[in-house]
């Protein structure tokens, strides 16, 4: 019966559930106010709220603030399988919504809010539907990939930001013989979602899914190409290998014996944060590419803003999430008050006018930002994010330390995904 039930929601992903989940929406009386309670993690996010209950009289919204990541969801389907405790609309980061599609905790809002797929880059589309006809939220922020990179370490060596992979390992070599105390860059072992950004710039899609049969291609040729790279720039000593977020890393920062950082939209805040001294520094530009001729990208990090199945508001909440991330005035409010960077097409014209002040010395960064995201890869999650990530960390950092190993790495990951979901009942192509 597990096994059945199992199997069932895994089905969900793709055949798109006929009644939205468990939603029984009910209409508002003429002059009933309809309340709905929003959970999110993004700072000041009922400032941006504000908006909405200020034009909307009839249907106000209540923030609620929560933890991100797994805290989330874990509080999410505990309260779904209680029945009750749910909130109406959810802040989930892309990652975590096949797990919670498969739980039957999200409504299906493509009548309410299929429409809006034109005003989003196609590779977070992708990630609200899972591939499917099904909306199971509206993107509402996404972190596509960039290169930082201290412009006046490049100008003393006569460097240019690296427009290939091979540029960037020729300049991790020209760094570090320079001063062998510098480094262009780090392999992270502690940061999964790092990897995973950089190997849906290669092409890859770790999961797959089709009918009730997922495929897994952790350790396909794309992602192998890619550790390859990195384990080959680890083991000839050229770049660190010290993970990222560690107070070692940000001395480097600030020192500058990190003159490079692969980060995403959001790094200002990070530089900002860990290394002040050095603004004026830092110049950005877009991901060094496998192949020019065909430029493309990955992301690291956002979320969509979904309703809820237990949600007995679910039109009124599909039009409040439809509003939070298309609408011209909380698009700013987002990028303004919650300090995000919106999934929207427009938000670069209508909300990102002004570069960071982190990187006011070049006022395109967001025009940059924008074609990042533009040509990011589509990606798909599977239903066991947390077990990757977690065979990642462990994978990952035995072979950052011994310098080798970078492909058995994803062997181990590739086995540890598939045996988990074979073990919750998944089929697996294969």
Partial sequence: MKKTLVLLAAALLI?????????????????????????????????????????????????????????????LLTAIKAGSGAPD???????????????????????????????????????????SESVY????????????????????????????????????????????????????????????????????????????????????????????????????????????YTPEWNAALNDGTQAGWLGAVWGPGVLEGNAAKTKGKWKVAQLPQWDPAQPANGNWGGSATSVTSQSKHKTQAASFVAWLNTDPAALKALATDANVYPAANDATSVALTSPPAFFANQPDYYTIAAEAGKITNPFTYGPNVNVTYS??????????????????????????????????????AG
């Fill in 137 to 244: 939220g509206v993107p509402q922020d996404s972190g596509p990939m960039m290169f930082f990179y201290r412009s006046d370490v490049f100008d003393k060596l006569g460097l240019k930001a690296p427009a290939t992979w091979d540029d960037y390992a020729a300049a991790a070599r020209k760094i570090h013989q320079a001063n062998p105390k510098q480094y262009l860059g780090t392999f992270s072992s502690n940061d999964p979602g790092w990897f995973a950004g950089l190997a849906q710039q290669a092409g890859a899609s770790w999961w797959g899914i089709q009918g009730d049969t997922w495929s897994v291609a952790i350790d396909g040729a794309a992602t192998q190409k890619v550790a390859s790279y990195w384990g080959g720039l680890v083991q000839a000593g050229v770049i660190d290998n010290k993970p990222m």
């Fill in 15 to 75: 055949a798109s559930c006929s009644n939205g989940g468990d939603s029984d929406d009910q209409a508002a009386k003429p002059g009933e106010k309809v309340e709905l309670t929003y959970w999110s993690w993004a700072p000041n996010m009922d400032k941006v709220v504000e908006g909405w209950n200020a034009a909307h009289p009839d249907i106000h919204v209540t923030v609620n603030k929560q933890d991100g990541g797994d805290p989330a969801v874990t509080k």
């Fill in 391 to 428: 065979s990642y960390n462990d994978a990952f950092a035995k072979a950052a330390e011994a310098k080798k190993g970078f492909p058995d790495a994803l062997a181990t990951m590739q086995k540890a995904t598939v045996d988990d979901m074979k073990n919750a009942g998944f089929k697996i």
């Fill in 89 to 131: 609309v959810m802040q989930a980061e892309y990652q975590k919504l096949p797990t919670l599609v498969s739980a039957n905790a999200l409504a299906d809002i493509a009548k309410e809010a299929g429409g809006l797929k034109a005003k989003f880059p196609d590779s977070v589309w992708n990630a609200v539907t899972l591939g």
